[in-house]
């Protein structure tokens, strides 16, 4: 069964930035697709990249030129690099893994980690 546990969180001034992990446990990569989510308070959970298991990656136009999401297969670990931070990303981050790309794609993917506080003041 997979486990997915986030950490890196924090708060940063806008223009900051953060990185972080998600480590995955009884997790084989192989045809997995993994992705970083992030719900703000009173907002719907809003998808923020995707990465396939070769390593194609998809970005939320709000996001594209700013955050990288990446991964070490050998490591288990998905990564959400972020840099020049805004107030507007404020929200818990969570990643999320599925064999099926519509279905994580869509934010129903099967397994989710807790999730991670990111802060960003102006």
């Known amino acids: 069964q997979v486990h997915l546990v986030e950490s890196g969180g924090g708060s940063v001034q806008a223009g900051g930035s953060l990185i972080l992990s998600c480590a995955a446990s009884?997790?084989?990569?192989?045809?997995?697709?993994m992705g970083w989510f992030r719900q703000a308070p009173g907002k719907e959970r809003e998808r923020v990249a995707i990465?396939?298991?070769?390593?194609?990656?998809s970005y939320t136009d709000s996001v594209k030129g700013r955050f990288t999401i990446s991964k070490d297969s050998a490591k288990n670990t998905l990564y959400l690099q972020m840099n020049s931070l805004k107030p507007e990303d404020t929200a818990v981050y969570y990643c999320?893994?599925?064999?099926?790309?519509?279905?994580?794609?869509?934010?129903?993917?099967?397994?989710w980690g807790q999730g991670t506080q990111v802060t960003v003041s102006s």
């Open positions: 999320a893994a599925d064999l099926d790309l519509v279905k994580i794609w869509r934010g129903g993917a099967a397994v």
């Open positions: 990465i396939s298991s070769a390593g194609t990656t």
């Open positions: 009884g997790y084989s990569d192989s045809g997995y697709y």
